[in-house]
């Protein structure tokens, strides 16, 4: 039964750990949310560590997909000549 327990408080301050790492790496948040979560992971032992971590990975995918623009269908080379225009039909002669 110690044993257990035991193994349970380890489970827990692992899980809390590694959630308030995941947190406190987070570049999209704001220091005060980061404090806050942080006092959820560690006031709620376990389920804060699960809704936080949620949370996280959830803002990362977000983030992930909005720096990315749909509508720029563009190749450029390294010295920004637009690549995808040079082979347009509009370039190619017709005769």
């Known amino acids: 039964?110690?044993?257990?327990?035991?193994?349970?408080?380890?489970a827990i301050i692992v899980a809390n750990?590694?959630?308030t790492w995941?947190?406190?790496?987070e570049d999209t948040l704001e220091p005060v949310?980061?404090?806050?979560?942080t006092a959820i992971i560690w006031l709620l032992p376990l389920i804060g560590a699960v809704i936080v971590y949620s949370f996280v990975l959830s803002d990362r995918a977000d983030s992930k997909f909005s720096h990315r623009s749909t509508n720029d269908t563009s190749i450029t080379d390294g010295d920004g000549f637009d690549l995808s225009r040079s082979h347009s039909s509009e370039f190619v002669d017709g005769d």
């Open 1 to 10: 039964m110690v044993v257990a327990v035991v193994l349970l408080a380890v």
């Open 17 to 19: 750990s590694y959630t």
């Open 22 to 25: 995941l947190l406190v790496s």
């Open 33 to 37: 949310q980061k404090y806050c979560q």
